[in-house]
């Protein structure tokens, strides 16, 4: 069974057909992926036949991994998944480290976290920092139902807020720590983008405008017109120059580029030295 799931992956063009079979037929069987390799076909009922039948076909048509689990690790966390937000990237870990710096320097400021989606960075950063809020905002409300459904099982609801909103439109950012991983994927990509992406994950999260900024562009405006101590956002490829210019057009003084464990530079931040 897992051989024959691992071809028909192969053949439907997913790049870790063995990696992918293991985890999906893993969490059918309620069994580690590694587990996988030592059971025996002739073990496994008709149920849990059918149920391996219908992960590899949702796989196949490549839907990923992660939506049909349900879940996502991130940072110490089991984020929960639907089909309403973006699957947090390992890359978005490296603005929590930022995140986490910015807001040690920082005390008594508030973190806010603009595009929250799954709630991930919010509750990242309230998970390490425990004691200290945070506040998560995003334009669409089924994410914010996916952030807070997180909130609640992981018991941070007490000290993730999360609040319907363009940006960060109407939130007090005074001396705040604002960090942000908004679409930033430019429209003409769209059609180079892996069908995971293109074909699941939904627009909102990931196409912004012809050059990819324009939900950057609106959310550093407002970090500076409101007057956030610190701001720090997650960018693509060839992006670096172009955001720091706009922090520093918004009155960030100092600006820094951050690179993910690949060496690409990942995420931008922004200070105000006075
Ligand atoms: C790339 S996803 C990131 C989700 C999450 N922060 C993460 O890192 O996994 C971007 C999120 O920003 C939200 N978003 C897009 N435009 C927005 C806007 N103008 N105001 C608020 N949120 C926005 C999307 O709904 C989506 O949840």
Redesign the pocket.
């Known amino acids: 069974m897992r051989r024959a799931v691992i071809a028909r992956l192969r053949e439907a063009g997913v790049d870790t057909p063995a990696l992918d079979a293991n985890v999906l037929i893993g969490h059918v069987l309620g069994i580690a992926p590694e587990q996988v390799a030592l059971r025996i076909d002739a073990e496994l009922g008709q149920k849990d036949l059918r149920a391996i039948e219908a992960v590899a076909e949702r796989r196949e048509r490549r839907e990923p991994v992660a939506y049909i689990t349900g879940t996502k690790a991130f940072r110490r966390l089991e984020i929960s998944v639907n089909r309403d ?2 699957i ?2 390992p890359e ?1 870990e490296v603005l929590v480290e930022v995140g986490l710096d910015l807001w040690d320097d920082s005390r008594g400021a508030r973190a806010v ?6 709630g ?2 919010a509750l990242a950063l309230a998970d390490e920092r425990p004691g200290r809020s945070v506040l998560g ?4 409300p089924a ?1 914010l139902q996916v952030a807070a459904d997180n909130a609640q099982r992981l018991r941070l609801a007490d000290r993730v807020r999360l609040c319907l ?3 960060a439109a109407d939130v007090d950012l005074r001396g705040a720590v604002l960090l942000a ?3 930033y994927i430019s429209s003409a990509e769209l059609p180079t983008l892996q069908p995971e992406i293109s074909r699941w994950e ?1 627009r ?3 196409i912004a405008g012809i050059d990819g900024l324009s ?1 950057i562009r ?1 959310v550093v405006a407002q970090a500076g017109r409101g007057k956030a101590r610190a701001a720090a956002f997650e960018i693509g490829v060839g992006q670096a120059e172009s955001v720091a210019a706009l922090l520093i057009g918004a009155g960030f003084e100092r600006t820094a580029v951050h690179r993910d464990l690949a060496g690409h530079p990942r995420v931008v931040s922004g200070t105000r030295v006075s």
């Open positions: 937000v973006l947090p990237r978005t976290d603009i595009g929250t989606g799954s991930a960075i905002t995003d334009c669409s994410a909103t363009d940006g991983n908004l679409p939904p909102a999260a990931v939900v609106k």
